[in-house]
């Protein structure tokens, strides 16, 4: 049977910035954070202070000045990773969210009675699935609309604000998805297959049917009640040429008859405009909001609309999810984009604020992830990182706060280095085209662009000591010994004009090594060619040349010791002679290498990921011999790495990562899941080897998505180590335990589920 194994994923769990995950129990903590999920729900407190909550997020939000700021930090956040689909608050301090876990279908109601400084989830007593939306009328009494499975659709009801809930279901509706009560009786709901109202507070429900939809059938179906008489429902509909209709109907008799007032038709090939939510500021303004950035507006109660481009700036298709009115003339829309993981687009999310009810509309949010392609540190306390989009950030406390000191977004930088905490060089271009360097000497708060004579690409920057500096790119090198104010041209060998400058390294004061590569179109393989000089960087011979073949070596560094390397996407090539020689060194890693760094000729890490972007980091203590895994992510796939010591160090990647160690990266951990088919029930198998020396794997099987944790424990009872607290989807999986720092002696491994519990018993023998 063919066998799948991989390293086990949370998806797009831990890419949005969920950063108390897994691994920074290994040592590796996560030290930079913005949350860039699709924004869900935008809901006000009071007339200044508001909440736009995420999906596939514990972060939500904040604004205190009416919307105009919004700030979303590690300290606004929920319990766990939710997908929210709704929120209301009843006065300033009580208010409630209703949505799903994440990673599976099991509903949640969170609820807040302090204005949202604490967030505390309620038991509904069922066990249902998804909370669609909510409808409190008072402090006590209210309604959560959800399904118990995929054919039964149910309302959870409160009268004492949502401490015991009582459950009515609705058999065939599969799900209840919208609900509005105008009081203690009056009331419409929607579900699948399902729109009824009721005058006596539930005991009884009428049924009612849209029997013009002019269409074959409709993909969704939403509502928006102004009593219990007056009703209108956005159909969207797709037939089966690619059409898509948005088709509004209105009814004024409580539903036995409907009228269609407006529709709306486009193409999936074209804009793709589907629209399937309906919002009012109040009975003669109505917005229809959905996929494409678009909204279509009424002033005089759906006689005449209008198309509004809320988000004009973007190229991408997002999703307008939540429109909010503060009042009659000031609108706000919150969506975002969930990205393509295969190609460049990325996620984000954005709030945009009108202030003449939609007609134009301003950004007051948009946050995607970086990619951080550079990360390097002056001292243990001051770094600099360098995002796409022309950003530096600078720390000031080991990477525990980011600041930008410099945002440039037409500025492709490709390098930055420091020769003391003062001095700094970051080189690029502008739209690949137009050479930029930047120079700074007060440590980043301020950065000047240097002029350079000959317009030649610069990819590298490299300092040589605290004043001398090299910068280099397509066929050129530049030397500046004022730290960037003047430069002068080095003298390199006659080379084709299409060679590329991917790094600089140095041994000494005077010997150092330039690499480069060139494209051979005709053969499509790539030549990589080392530069030397000795005496400063003054002049450059070749040293050494290799045909690459597909991809060109990119990476490279000398040890003090004359051990070198250089690293390409899918090799490693080791010098044991500063260089003359060079074999290809096996990692024995099934990986597209990023990065490589070396801190001395035993310890070091490498970077890469998988054919699904999964992330990897290894680190070596015996000279590459043995690569163990330290940190695994999806999609946050490690781009540069910088040491201070064997000890202290940081890397950086894609999708806002940045993380750092004060141990070297802590124990060796690896959460590997293989998967033939799903198992049948929760287990914990025996620990293997046992005894062991130093590390141990550990195996369990979950036959459902559940949140996991994995404890070690020494003989009294105090926790040692905690392995996993996460969640995980059905699968067989094991975790790797390094006991390298603990003595010999009897530990106990103890799996923990809300189903499930059972603890082993494992020797450490040393």
Known sequence: MEKLIYTSLLCFLFISSSMENLYSQSGW???????????????????????????????????????????????????????????????????????????????????????????????????????????????????????????????????????????????GSYEIRYVKFFDTNNAWILGNRLIATTTNGGLNWQTKIITNIPYNYANNISMLSFSINE???????????????????????????????????????SNGNSFYRIFNINPSTYFLNGSYKYVSRTTNAGVNWTLQNVISILSTKPTIFSLFANNSNELFAGGGYSGNHFTSLKPYNFICKSTNIGSNWSIKNLSYPYTFIKITFTDTETGFAVADSGIILKTSNSGINWNICYKNSNFKISSLDFGNRYNGCASGSIFNTYVKLICTTDGGSSWQEISFPQNHLLSVVKYLNANTVFTAGSA??????????????????????????????????????????????????????LLKTTDAGENWVAFFSTNSGTSPFTNFQMLSNGTGYLLKKDKLLKTTNWGNNWSIFSTNLSLDFTCL??????????????????AYLYKTTNSGINWLLQFTD?????????????????????????????NGGGMIIGINNEITNSPNNFSLSQNYPNPFNPSTTIKFDIPKSSHVQIVVYDMLGREVEQLLNDERKPGSYEVMWDGSRYSSGVYFYKIITDEFVQTKRMVLMK
């Open 634 to 662: 999806y999609y946050q796939i490690p781009r540069n790495i910088f040491a201070l010591s064997s000890s202290k160090a940081w890397f950086c990647g894609d999708y806002s990562s940045i993380y750092g160690t004060t």
């Open 597 to 614: 760094k070396m801190f001395n000729s035993n310890t070091g890490w490498i970077g890469g990921s998988n054919l699904i972007s999964t």
């Open 231 to 269: 009703c209108i429902a956005l159909v969207t509909s797709l037939n089966n040429l690619g059409m898509v209709y948005s088709n509004l109907f209105r009814t004024t008799n409580s539903g036995y008859n409907w009228n269609l007032i407006y529709s709306y038709t486009d193409s999936l090939t």
């Open 29 to 171: 903590n996560s030290l930079f954070f913005n949350n860039y999920n699709t924004i869900t729900k935008v809901v006000a407190k009071d007339s200044v202070n508001y909440f736009a909550f995420c999906y596939d997020s514990k972060y939500y939000f904040k604004s205190s000045n009416a919307g105009n700021n919004w700030q979303s930090i590690k300290e606004f956040a929920l319990d766990s990773i939710y997908n929210i689909y709704d929120a209301q608050f009843i006065n300033s301090q009580t208010g409630w969210v209703v949505g799903e876990y994440s990673y599976y279908s099991k509903g949640v109601i969170i609820k807040t009675t302090n204005g949202g400084l604490t967030w505390v989830k309620q038991n509904s007593g069922f066990n249902n699935s998804s909370n669609y939306c909510l409808c409190f009328i008072n402090e006590n009494t209210g309604w959560v609309s959800s399904s118990i499975s995929n054919s039964i659709g149910c309302l959870l009801k409160t009268t004492n604000g949502g401490n015991n809930w009582v459950k009515q279901d609705f058999p």
């Open 476 to 529: 050129k090198c530049f030397k500046s010994t004022n730290s960037g104010l003047n430069w002068h041209e080095c003298i390199l060998p006659i080379v084709q004009q299409d060679q590329n400058a991917s790094d600089i390294g140095f041994k000494d004061d005077t010997i150092g090594y330039l690499l480069n590569w060139e494209f051979h179109s005709f053969g499509y393989y790539y030549i990589t060619n």
